[in-house]
């Protein structure tokens, strides 16, 4: 057994050993500093920290006093980005309304549905999706994943009646509430479209009247700021902002509603009778200028617009053609004015074939020896060119430019276009012959009836307008126009002797016994063109009729364009001459224009009216209008029962004043019904 080793002794103090050797370490005594000494450090440490914040501090106030002097446009950028919200509050935009203060545009407004998907519990989406799908008349699926989006805004439907609107809103869901904006509402949908024109998403104007008169219509646009918090919610809460923006202004055109429908109507028989690529008509007050109506067809519904852009060309002011024959009565007009010839002077038409130069030119109704007015008649083009060969080129050009040809008429619509005219000092004999009979000559359709309306005039032309005036929202007038005439082109003597002449187009033997309207003298004259493809003479017509009535005291001027027709006839008399009729009676028993008893048809039995139009006697009181039994009032109709839509069709073109009061179905007429009234009688519905 190993014998047990000794204990080692304890150490005291600090001791090692070094090869077996023992060393002792003496003991150290803690230092106390004095408390002097360490103020003193800790001063100088709290000195330097606080330079150091001071001069920290300093850099940033002389950095934020620099970006607040002189900020750079990125920090100004993202900073309002962050922290503020611009928002452009826009006007409402002005209304659109007929020379008898009917409505044509409006803006309404449209709710729209949002949800805030933040707001909408995961557990809850798949009900609160499925009832508001129920109102929306939506999918469930569609809903609910618009509800599972990120972010604070998620549009569920756009431009929905109010009622719905309401009644999600009745859901009571704090993530459901609704926003307003403003459309543009076409009243009578493709009515007049090409002249209202139509808007784009941000409300401006892109043609007819919305684009020619957008700086009053569209009122004031104000750019409001509110701040936004971290999570991008609105901080400002904006209230009565409509009261810092000022209205658009209403617009009061010369378009008279009735008589657009008429016309509209006259242009659609026209394309289902002949089938052309287009047809145009214009219908003018001469004593005024006022445009009462602009149609063409193809048309377009501004409410929804379609890509077709060719059905949205307002040709009556865009489209320049060469009008043909139509030209014939303004080339009279100035060689009586200057005294070369009387109405009744006789031209040599060389039986139909005559030389110019190299060229020959010929009439399509070969004459002899004819009067002035007999070469409007039969329609001469030899006739004709003899005329302007007697002015000359400086003074017949001179007469078709007071007339308005090759300059704009300054109407209120775009893009209108002057035409061409040859100067005359490069004009050739040849091209002064055909521009006589209207080829080689461009004009627009409201050029047509304002040199025409110039003959019904007494020979003064006036300034073509389509806006009477526009007022502000507090019914001031802030621009009133006025009938402006414009220059007198030719004496009121030469101007009765031309209409007398026009008449007789529309006479037997005339070229235009389609334009007659029963009751009326009616002074026209038609037109047929080649029409140009390419730069070249196709085998295209355009076939037109211009003229006015009553002859003696005028009260509408017309323009009637159809663009190569394709089924029947293609000359003006047969395709333009029946809308002129259709549109002028119409027009003048709305106007309330009474007939001259002398040009009635006669009461002989084989002339007779047929019996399904005269009244029948009472009691029975018929559905439909009838006429009187001296042909001379119509006896009104019984309406009850019928949708407003139903009488307004049933009434339309009588000429009769009507009032309107509530909505339904026809409860009373008064007058009674079977009480015979004449055109311009006031006649009360009353829907319930």
Not at 40 to 57: G, I
Not at 193 to 221: C, K
Not at 501 to 526: D, H, S
Request: hydrophobic share 40%; glycine share 8%.
């Amino acid at each position: 057994m190993r014998p047990e080793s000794p204990r080692r002794a304890p150490r005291r103090g600090r001791a090692g050993s070094a090869g077996g050797r023992r060393i002792q370490v003496p003991s150290v005594e803690a230092r106390v500093e004095p408390p002097e000494v360490v103020l003193s450090r800790a001063r100088r440490r709290a000195t330097v920290l606080a330079v150091l914040t001071a001069v920290t501090l300093g850099a940033i106030g002389i950095r934020s006093a620099a970006l607040c002097v002189s900020p750079h446009d990125q920090t100004i950028t993202l900073g309002s980005t962050q922290r503020w919200e611009q928002m452009v509050l826009k006007a409402r935009r002005g209304s659109i309304l007929d020379r008898n203060g009917d409505p044509l545009v409006v803006s309404v407004d449209t709710p729209s549905v949002i949800v805030d998907p933040e707001l909408v519990e995961p557990q809850e989406r798949g009900q609160l999706a499925r009832r508001v799908a129920h109102i929306l008349d939506a999918e469930p699926d569609e809903i609910q994943r618009k509800m599972s989006r990120s972010g604070r805004y998620a549009r569920l439907a756009s431009r929905v009646h109010p009622r719905i609107a309401a009644e999600v809103l009745d859901i009571g869901h704090k993530a459901l509430f609704v926003e307003s904006d403003q459309r543009r509402y076409y009243t009578e949908g493709e009515l007049g479209g090409h002249v209202l024109g139509f808007v784009n998403s941000e409300g401006e104007g892109q043609s007819g009247v919305e684009a020619a008169l957008d700086p009053w219509l569209r009122g004031t646009s104000v750019l409001l700021q509110r701040r936004r918090d971290r999570r991008g919610l609105d901080v400002d809460r904006l209230r009565d902002v409509d009261r810092v923006s000022s209205a658009g202004m209403d617009v009061q055109l010369t378009l008279d509603r009735r008589l657009q429908h008429i016309t509209e109507r006259a242009l659609d028989n026209v394309m289902e009778r002949h089938k052309p690529v287009a047809a145009t008509a214009v219908v003018m007050d001469p004593r005024t200028g006022e445009v009462l109506a602009l149609a063409n067809t193809p048309s377009f519904n501004p409410n929804a617009l379609s890509e077709d852009a060719e059905a949205r060309r307002n040709r009556a002011v865009v489209d320049a053609i060469e009008p043909g024959s139509v030209l014939k009565p303004f080339v009279a007009a100035a060689a009586v004015e200057e005294g070369k010839v009387q109405i009744s002077t006789l031209i040599d038409c060389e039986n139909g074939r005559w030389r110019v130069g190299r060229s020959r030119i010929g009439d399509d109704h070969p004459q002899g020896v004819i009067t002035v007015s007999e070469v409007i008649k039969y329609s001469s083009n030899i006739g004709s060119a003899k005329l302007a060969f007697m002015l000359g080129a400086e003074t017949y050009l001179s007469y078709m430019k007071a007339f308005g040809f090759g300059e704009q008429t300054g109407i209120e619509l775009p893009a209108e276009r002057t035409g061409r005219m040859r100067a005359a000092d490069k004009i050739k004999p040849i091209e002064l012959a055909t521009t006589s009979y209207g080829h080689g000559i461009t004009v627009t359709a409201v050029q047509l009836a304002s040199a025409v309306s110039a003959i019904a005039n007494d020979g003064v032309r006036m300034k073509p307008r389509l806006v009477r005036e526009v007022v502000d929202e507090d019914g001031v007038p802030a621009l009133v126009r006025e009938p402006e005439p414009l220059q007198r082109v030719i004496s009121s003597e030469t101007a009765t002797a031309i209409t007398r002449a026009m008449v007789t187009v529309t006479e037997k033997g005339g070229t235009a016994t389609r334009a007659r309207v029963p009751g009326f003298n009616v002074a026209g004259k038609t037109g047929t063109a080649w029409k140009i493809k390419d730069g070249k003479y196709s085998d295209g017509r355009i076939g037109s009729f211009v003229g006015f009535v009553p002859a003696e005291d005028p009260r509408l001027a017309i323009v009637v364009i159809v663009d190569e027709p394709t089924v029947g006839s293609r000359y003006g008399g047969i395709v333009a001459a029946p809308a002129f009729a259709e549109i002028a009676s119409q027009s003048l028993r709305t106007l309330g224009v009474a007939p001259d008893p002398e040009l009635l048809p006669t009461s002989h039995p084989a002339r007779r009216a047929p019996p399904a139009i005269v009244a029948a006697p009472a009691p029975s009181v018929r559905k439909t209008i009838a006429v009187a039994a001296d042909e001379r009032a119509l006896i009104l109709p019984d309406l009850s029962g019928q949708t407003m839509r139903e009488a307004l069709a049933t009434l339309q073109g009588t000429g009769l004043q009507l009032e309107l009061l509530g909505s339904g179905r026809v409860a009373r007429v008064e007058p009674e019904p079977g009480v015979p009234v004449h055109p311009g009688t006031p006649v009360r519905l009353t829907f319930n």
